[in-house]
């Protein structure tokens, strides 16, 4: 089987600057500066939050910050970020555009670790909307597909299974083919706000408390960032994790009928609110087993994917949880890698130490489908 996975690399090769990293932060703090925003979405204040972040950079690398590390991923996330930008101080190209925007998120849970504020949520939450707002671009990227070649779009029909990190829908629009979107899309609504969903039959119905705003259903969707890919990794586990969880409460049930319902009965009265939605999640799936949380499905895919594998458009050095993963694939024996930069092709074939590695220049790929 042939299988390939696109980057962002790809947007930027046929929609322009307008997606590279620099462009995404001047772009969302000119959609402050300008009041091209919903207030009612995520304040004004994520502009300047971010620019408290970055004068915070110094701080960091000088260790500052080090004691304020909760987790091990935060700890491994913040020597990468001091690694990567040990030279910031010195350089002139230490603006807040020149940070990696998700490295923004390791910054700000770093500044609510030592702060302790209670809003962290919600916070977040704002944040994030701020970044995709602005890579959504008034939704011109949903458009980039008419500017690929029609030889570009028969390549990518050629492939069994096509992945990718990107929230667009692009690849799907051009090729007219099912696409595997790794880390969610702006069509794709997150679960919390879909009324439709299993969280949603809950009793607390969040997507009642926060109903979707007509022509921002990309802020509500459940395209993923954040500062490592084993928080990504966290978060695409979510519904999986928490479906087995319920399986098993079911099963227990279902072998020890009376201590079990009983037990069921006890999580109800708690005076824990997070065990009475348990309860209420296991009573829910005693009546339909067939609908659970979403499970990020792209992911078992692509652990599970046979033959050769492309990947275009997209750096080692980011979402290193997918390459993780397509190591520890052993179906997965051919690997073809499109590079940018000759250090790209160096770190790809030292990630992929199981696998036959063939290195190509992406610049040279990319003169085929001018």
Known sequence: MRNILIGNGVTIQFGGKDYLNDRIIKRAINNVNTKRFNPALYPR????????????????????????????????????FKYRYSNFNKSKRNGVHHVGFEDYFLLHHLAYNKTGRPDRYQATGGLKRFFIDSIYNSGKIQEVHTKYPSAFVSYLREFDIVFTTNYDQNIEKAAKREVKYLHGSFHQLDEVYDPDSFRNKLSDRPSDKTPVVPGFEHLYSNALTSYSGEDKMFTLNQGRSANSGIEKSLNYIAANKEEGLNMLEDWKKADNKLINRVAEMIELAQYDKEHLFKEYSAISELSECEGELVILGLSPNNDTHL????????????????????????????????????????????????
């Open 45 to 80: 204040e994520a502009r300047d939050w971010i620019i408290m972040l970055h004068s915070q950079i110094p701080s960091v690398l000088n260790g500052k910050y080090d004691r304020y590390v909760i987790h091990s991923n935060e700890k491994r996330s913040l020597e990468s």
């Open 323 to 370: 390459f993780d993963i397509i190591n520890q694939n052993s179906k997965l024996t051919h690997i073809t890698f499109y590079y940018f930069d000759p250090s790209e092709a160096e770190e790809a074939i030292k990630l992929f130490e199981s696998k036959i590695v063939l290195c190509n220049k992406v610049i040279d790929f990319w003169e085929n489908y001018e």
